[in-house]
C-alpha cells in the first residue's frame, strides 16, 4: 500500500525546502569554484601580510594583486553559476506563485493517490468475486463426488447381499 | 669609544616608551563604554547618554595616543626596522583576533541555520523572514569593495614606486569607495523587512553584517587619517607603518565580506 501524500513528501527534491546544510553542500558541489576561489583569496591575503611583517613590500603588493584578481575570480564564479544553474530565476518568481505551484503539484499527487487505491479496492472486490465463484464450484464438485460415493456404497451393499 | 661618549648612544633598535597616561585612559573608556553598552542594550539604562560619554572619552584619548605616536614615528625617528616589525606584528594579532571573532559569528550563524526550531517554522530563514535579495544591493556592494581592494592596491604600489600624486589618488577613491560601501549598507539596513529584534534570523544577520559595518566605519578613519599624513609628508617609501596597517586592514575586512557574501545573503538564503 502506498503512503498517504503529505508536505513532507516534496521535501529535499526543491532548493527552498531543503536544510541549509543540504543547500551549503549542493552550492559546493555544484559550482566548486566559490569555495576554492575564497580559500585562494585568503591564502593570497595571508601571505600578503607575512610579507608586511617582514618587510618585503614588493612581494606584498604581488599578494595584494592575487587577493584582488582571485576574489574577483570568486565572484564572477558566483555571480555566473548561479546564472548558469537558474537558482535566481526560481526566487525572482513571487512567493504566492510558488506556494500556488506546490499547493497544484500536491492536488495533482493526491488525485493520482486516490485513483491508486480505487484500483486497489476494485482488484480486491475482483478477486474476492473470484474466490467466490471457485468455492461454489469445489462446492459443486463436493457434492458430485459425495454421490457418486454413495452410489459406489449402495452397489457394494447389493453385492454383498447378492452373495450371501 | 670613551664610556662615557657610550653612554650617550642608544645601543639597541627598541623604543623604550615615555610614561603616558592614554593607555590608562582608553582602558577606562573602554571598560566604561562596555559597562553602558551592556546595560543599556539590558534596559538597566534608559537612556544613551553613557554611551555617548563613554565613545566621546574613547575618541579623545585614542587621538591623543595616536598624536603621540605619529609625533614618535614621524619626529623624533623612534619607529627603527625593529619597531616597525614589533608593531607590524602586534597590528598583525589584532587582526587574527578579529578574524577569529568573526569566525565565531560564523558559528553562531551555522548553529541557527542547520537545525532551525520549530518556532521559526523548521526552515531558514525563518517563515515570515524576506531575506534580502543578494543580486540587488549587496551586489553593487560586493563590486564596490572589491574595486576598492583595486584602488588601495594601485595605490601601494605608486607609493612602493615613489609615485606620490598617483598614491594619493588611490587612497583617495578608495576612501570614497568605503563610505559609499558604508552608505549603500545603510540604505539596506534601512530598507530591510526585518530587525535586529526580529527572531534569530534578524540577530545573527545584524551581528555579523553589522560587526563587518562598524569595522567599515573604522576604515574609513584610518584612509583618512592615511590620506592627511600622505598629504603632509609624513609617508615615505619604505617608512609607512600605519598604511601599511591600514592597507592590510582593508584586505582582510575584504575577504570577510566575500565569505560573508556567500553565506549569509547567497547561498543561505537561495
Given amino acids: 500500500m502506498s503512503q498517504i501524500p503529505s508536505s513532507f513528501d516534496l521535501s529535499g527534491t526543491e532548493l527552498e525546502d531543503k536544510t541549509f546544510w543540504e543547500r551549503i553542500k549542493y552550492h559546493c558541489q555544484q559550482q566548486p569554484f566559490v569555495p576554492v576561489g575564497a580559500i585562494l583569496t585568503s591564502a593570497a591575503v595571508v601571505l600578503a601580510a607575512q610579507n608586511i611583517k617582514n618587510g618585503n613590500q614588493r612581494r606584498a603588493q604581488y599578494y595584494f594583486r592575487w587577493r584582488v584578481g582571485l576574489q574577483g575570480a570568486t565572484l564572477i564564479a558566483l555571480v555566473a553559476g548561479s546564472f548558469i544553474y537558474g537558482s535566481t530565476k526560481i526566487s525572482e518568481k513571487s512567493q504566492q506563485e510558488q506556494l500556488r505551484e506546490k499547493a497544484k503539484l500536491r492536488e495533482d499527487l493526491w488525485i493520482k493517490e486516490l485513483e491508486r487505491r480505487d484500483a486497489a479496492v476494485k482488484e480486491r472486490k475482483q478477486r474476492a468475486e473470484d474466490s467466490k465463484k471457485r468455492t461454489q464450484e469445489n462446492e459443486a464438485s463436493i457434492k458430485n463426488l459425495e454421490k457418486e460415493l454413495k452410489d459406489l456404497e449402495s452397489k457394494v451393499k447389493t453385492s454383498s447381499e447378492e452373495k450371501k | ?270
Fill in chain 2, 1 to 270: 669609544m670613551t664610556h662615557l661618549e657610550r653612554s650617550k648612544h642608544q645601543q639597541y633598535p627598541f623604543h623604550m616608551v615615555m610614561p603616558s597616561p592614554w593607555p590608562l585612559m582608553v582602558s577606562l573608556a573602554l571598560l566604561s563604554l562596555t559597562m553602558s553598552l551592556a546595560l543599556t542594550m539590558h534596559g538597566y539604562i534608559g537612556n544613551m547618554n553613557l554611551v555617548y560619554l563613554a565613545l566621546f572619552v574613547l575618541t579623545c584619548s585614542a587621538c591623543f595616543w595616536f598624536r603621540d605616536i605619529i609625533a614618535e614615528a614621524t619626529y623624533l625617528g623612534n619607529h627603527t626596522i625593529a619597531v616597525r616589525k614589533g608593531i607590524n606584528t602586534g597590528f598583525l594579532l589584532f587582526v587574527l583576533s578579529e578574524v577569529l571573532i568573526f569566525a565565531g559569528l560564523f558559528w553562531v550563524y551555522f548553529h541557527s541555520a542547520m537545525s532551525p526550531d520549530v518556532t521559526l517554522g523548521a526552515v531558514w530563514p525563518p517563515v515570515g523572514i524576506e531575506a534580502i535579495k543578494p543580486t540587488e544591493l549587496p551586489l553593487l556592494n560586493t563590486i564596490i569593495l572589491l574595486s576598492s581592494g583595486a584602488t588601495i592596491t594601485y595605490s601601494h604600489h605608486a607609493l612602493i614606486n615613489k609615485d606620490r600624486s598617483k598614491a594619493l589618488s588611490g587612497l583617495l577613491i578608495t576612501f570614497w569607495l568605503i563610505v559609499i560601501f558604508v552608505s549603500c549598507q545603510w540604505i539596506e539596513y534601512t530598507n530591510a523587512t526585518f530587525t535586529i529584534a526580529d527572531g534569530v534570523y534578524g540577530s545573527v544577520f545584524y551581528t555579523g553584517t553589522g560587526l563587518h559595518f562598524l569595522h567599515m566605519v573604522m576604515l574609513i578613519v584610518m584612509l583618512g587619517i592615511c590620506y592627511w599624513r600622505m598629504r603632509n609628508y609624513h609617508l615615505t617609501s619604505d617608512h609607512h607603518v600605519g598604511y601599511e596597517t591600514t592597507v592590510i586592514y582593508a584586505h582582510v575586512l575584504d575577504v570577510i565580506w566575500l565569505f560573508l557574501y556567500i553565506i549569509f545573503y547567497w547561498w543561505a538564503t537561495v
